[in-house]
């Protein structure tokens, strides 16, 4: 049937003027359609379909909405699902200087206005995670999920005592929680502000008939995830060992937590984590006294005054009055508590004091 055969029946059509011109429409492409058709079959190379030539769609690239130009920082800047991350550390731990943020970042976003990172991150800028603040809970697992997610305190971390492989997060490591309390180590004061909270499922302790402090144990798999959390925290922030420390020794007259059972030496000993001192350097101390001389003077104002001249020096909270308080008897007590563990009567020994200043010797302040 040919073009002017088709057009003469279409017009005889007794339909409807919307009818004919859908009609029409189908008419026209399907003339359309056999020329392209002819016109294929006449090349050389048949020609594909416009199904077969098309490309698979390209994977959708993400282009940085704000370019680094000429002479700004490289930003480094990772988004997923909408949240931007800054993983760069460059920071110089023998300062305690961390001048690149790690992880999240959260950014303001004023009202008709973008905020851009193309210059992003100044190099002058540090973590508030300064420090790792390590204590018991003092209550059974129930009580204490209850105290630090329903009360005013919480803290950062919560490690159980069931065996498995779970540690509790309760709060945003970027966020302040409420755990040191009153607090304070070398020049710092206010440790909540600066630090990272971990808690420790532990009864804590009870007094026995004489008075004298019976602490619970630490469960071994309780340990492992202590060690593997503190050993993430510290490298990722570069906390350096002389701000890894125990409740005890920034609130010594307030706390005893996590007590002298909590493995200080075996987590410096098997994970590098935190302060001990070197053991040639304490028996190097204890050679140089005289037992019966020490015995003699350790009660005398001027080597009380220099035992608590030297806790300060080393980091404690400590007024040096020359006299044994029933607060600074609890800073003696507290360092006991983390370096002469076979020992935390709060009475200054020879081997006490050894252990002070070898520790001095290896950690101080700058």
């Not at 993983?87 to 001048?99: E, L, M, P, R, Y």
């Not at 204590?135 to 065996?163: F, I, K, P, W």
């Not at 309760?170 to 309390?181: I, S, T």
């Amino acid at each position: 049937m040919n073009q002017k055969k088709i057009l003469k029946n279409f017009c005889n059509f007794e339909i409807s003027n919307q009818s004919k011109f859908e009609f029409m429409s189908k008419i026209l492409y399907i003339i359309g359609l056999s020329t392209l058709m002819v016109s294929c079959a006449a090349q050389n190379t048949p020609a594909k379909s416009s199904a077969s030539t098309a490309q698979p769609p390209k994977q959708a690239v993400t282009q940085n909405p704000n370019p680094v130009p000429a002479g700004s920082q490289q930003t480094g800047l990772v988004t997923f699902q909408g949240v931007e991350f800054y993983k760069q550390n460059i920071g110089d731990i023998s300062k305690n200087d961390n001048t690149i943020s790690h992880g999240s970042i959260v950014t303001a976003s004023p009202q008709g206005f973008r905020v851009v990172k193309r210059y992003f991150p100044a190099v002058g800028q540090n973590f508030r995670q300064k420090y790792l603040i390590l204590h018991y809970t003092a209550l059974d697992e129930d009580r204490s999920l209850r105290v630090l997610t329903e009360q005013s305190v919480s803290a950062h971390y919560l490690v159980n005592n069931l065996g498995d492989n779970e540690i509790y997060q309760l709060v945003d490591e970027n966020k302040r929680a409420y755990h040191a309390g009153i607090s304070a180590w070398r020049k710092d004061i206010n440790l909540n502000d600066t630090s990272i909270g971990i808690e420790i499922v532990n009864t804590g302790y009870v007094n026995d008939s004489i008075g004298k402090k019976v602490f619970a144990p630490f469960d071994a798999k309780q340990m492992q995830k202590v060690a593997a959390l503190v050993k993430d925290i510290a490298d990722r922030y570069q906390i350096p060992p002389t701000n890894i420390l125990a409740h005890s020794d920034v609130a010594p007259t307030r706390k005893q937590d996590p007590g002298p059972l909590f493995p200080w030496k075996k987590l410096y000993d098997e994970y590098q984590i935190g302060m001990w001192y070197n053991d040639a350097d304490k028996q190097r101390y204890l050679a140089q006294l005289n037992p019966e001389l020490f015995m003699t003077e350790r009660n005398s104002s001027t080597f009380i005054y220099t035992v608590q001249r030297a806790l300060k020096e080393f980091g404690y909270d400590i007024n040096p009055t020359g006299a044994w308080t029933k607060e600074n008897t609890k800073v003696v007590e507290a360092f006991q508590y983390h370096f002469r563990p076979e020992n935390y009567d709060g009475i200054i020994d020879a081997e006490t004091w050894a252990i002070l200043q070898a520790l001095i010797q290896k950690y101080p302040q700058k």
